[in-house]
């Protein structure tokens, strides 16, 4: 026999959340990341996040839980009587805290962090969307809303789309280090940058195919989804500027080189006074490793920008 796990009534939950026209109110639970209506019908709550777990429960169509956890498609749940367990993304629509209306309290948003490499970020949540780009492990998204076992997200420069559960882990910004999953992106870009080492150096290249500076630093930045100017004298002006002694990989420097009065040179840089860049050097006209410290490079430095924060 089936039981009726967390059966509204006229508003009113049996373990604290309210659904009011359509809308969830704040659950009682402080560590949830969101709330969560069941989608169909004898909907089995699992012992694990796999289809091997044992069967604790079925819920039914409507029924509400809150949700704790996501992992591989799969939600963890907590159901009106205390019990937990994992159910199937596709039969959850989770509503996210900073979607649900929480009085004076404050809101609570939801993190992503792609778990896979040269994930498709689709215009649809389903696999008839259109492939708008890829993302590779570790880039950060916001969470906007879930449908089906796909996340509706938002990159870094604003575009939007969707990603299915299986490739999106998702935690709310409470409880997740905003810092240490920057350097996890950090990271992956700037090793990202390195496989386009010896790659040639070409006049207003913007592709593997061929880079100048700028091309290079707008290609790498735009595969984690940051939306950069094309030219390094406007790449100056975003972000925040950063001082020479506080550097931190990821940053772009700037040089002034050949005489210019403006910016003409960028690159990324990676840590221990060294970055990543396209050189058009004589001796280079390649993606190289350059150092700060060297003659040239130190004595036509002229500023440097933090893009990722």
């Known amino acids: 026999m089936n039981q009726r796990i967390g059966k509204v009534i006229f508003g009113v939950s049996v373990f604290g959340a309210t659904l009011i026209g359509g809308s969830f109110l704040h ?20 012992t694990d996040s796999s289809i091997s777990g044992s069967i604790i429960t079925q819920l039914n169509l409507n029924d509400i839980v809150t949700v704790l956890e996501q ?3 799969w939600y963890k749940v907590r159901l009106s009587d205390g019990r937990e367990g994992w159910v199937f993304g596709k039969y959850v629509a989770v509503r996210s805290l900073s979607n649900v209306s929480r009085g004076d309290s404050e809101r609570t948003e939801k993190v992503g962090i792609v778990t896979g490499n040269y994930v498709n970020l689709r215009s649809e949540g389903s696999l008839s969307g259109g492939v708008i780009m890829q993302l590779t492990k570790n880039t950060i998204v916001d969470v906007l809303d879930q449908q089906n076992g796909w996340y509706k997200v938002k990159l870094a420069d604003g575009t939007e789309g969707w990603i299915y559960g299986e490739y999106l882990s998702v935690r709310s910004s409470s409880n997740v280090s905003r810092g240490e999953a920057d350097r996890n992106l950090v990271d992956n870009l700037i090793e990202y940058a390195k496989t386009f080492l010896g790659t040639k150096y070409v006049y207003g290249g913007s592709t593997p195919a061929g880079f100048d500076c700028s091309g290079f630093v707008q290609y790498v ?10 030219t390094a004298d406007d790449q100056a002006t975003i972000g925040e500027k950063v001082n020479r002694e506080d550097l931190q990989p990821g940053d772009l420097v700037f040089f002034k080189t050949l005489g210019s009065q403006v910016i003409n040179h960028v690159g990324i840089y990676i840590g221990n006074g060294q970055f990543i860049h396209a050189s058009s050097g004589a001796s280079k006209k390649k993606v190289v490793i350059g150092s700060l410290e060297e003659d040239y490079y130190a004595s036509h430095y002229a500023t440097a920008r933090r893009v990722i924060k």
């Open 27 to 46: 659950p009682v639970f402080a560590e949830e990341l969101g709330i969560g209506k069941i989608t169909g019908s004898y909907v089995n709550v699992r």
């Open 221 to 230: 930045f735009k595969h984690f989804g940051f939306s950069l100017p094309r």
């Open 71 to 73: 992992q591989n498609g």
